[in-house]
């Protein structure tokens, strides 16, 4: 989102913008790292198209933020789900045999790095009130609202959130070799008052992202 990338832009040094095709790229160095940081957009063509790009530079980690609807019994507005791994729960080849979510020729889901998520989950460990815990991402091209489609993503798929990009983000990396973890605010509980929670914790989500983020880098060796 565009609040996220403002937040994290505040503290970029030796900034400096190019354009990887339809992106807007921000290079320079966040906690004395060189970093390249840049918004997909909604949905998982964008996130993978953004993705793909970022690697082509030759990234050797992506951190994947934004925010998510909880699915997951016990999480509140506010808590941080960091990825274990990632999967596409709208993703559908059963007629042909496939497992619900299951890309033909690949794996049902997309490990998250072990060690990221255990520096994400550290530096989470720094916010005052906030809980982190380590979860399934259920990723899909719809905005989930509905209690029913919640407790359905946690039954098939043990999810512990959902949101719309990033097992796609999750998909590309695995396919080069390029460790990832994914960064989720919960916004909402996934229930009929999701597009108000939404709305209304954006500010917030973006300052946490940035800590975290800021966090990992940190401890990076």
């Keep these: 989102m565009d609040e996220e990338l403002e937040a994290l832009l505040e503290g970029l040094e030796e900034r400096r913008e190019g354009r990887l095709g339809p992106f807007v790229v921000h290079f320079g160095?966040?906690?004395?790292?060189?970093?390249?940081?840049?918004?997909c957009g909604v949905g998982k063509v964008n996130a993978a198209a953004l993705t793909q790009a970022v690697l082509t530079l030759g990234a050797a980690r992506v951190l994947f933020t934004g925010v998510a609807g909880a699915v997951r019994p016990g999480l509140r507005v506010g808590d941080l789900v960091i990825s274990k791994d990632a999967v596409q729960h709208d993703l559908d080849v059963r007629p042909l045999g496939y497992r619900l979510g299951e890309?033909?020729?690949?794996?049902?889901?997309?490990?998250?790095?072990?060690?990221?998520?255990?520096?994400?989950?550290?530096?989470?460990?720094?916010?005052?009130?906030?809980?982190a815990v380590l979860g399934r991402v259920a990723s899909g091209d719809v905005f989930v609202a509905d209690p029913a489609r919640a407790r359905a993503l946690r039954a098939t798929f043990g999810a512990d959130c959902a949101e719309m990009e990033g097992a796609a983000a999750a998909q590309v990396c695995a396919k080069w070799g390029v460790p990832f973890v994914i960064i989720r605010s919960i916004s909402d509980t996934a229930?009929?008052?999701?597009?108000?929670?939404?709305?209304?914790?954006?500010?917030?989500?973006?300052?946490?992202?940035?800590q975290v983020v800021r966090g990992i880098l940190r401890r990076l060796p």
Excluded: I
């Excluded at 160095?29 to 918004?39: C, D, F, T």
């Design 29 to 39: 160095r966040l906690e004395g790292r060189a970093v390249a940081l840049a918004r």
């Design 103 to 131: 890309v033909p020729g690949e794996t049902w889901s997309w490990s998250a790095d072990a060690r990221l998520a255990e520096l994400a989950l550290a530096a989470a460990a720094e916010l005052r009130d906030v809980r």
């Design 191 to 210: 229930d009929h008052e999701a597009q108000v929670d939404f709305r209304a914790f954006t500010p917030l989500a973006a300052a946490r992202a940035k």
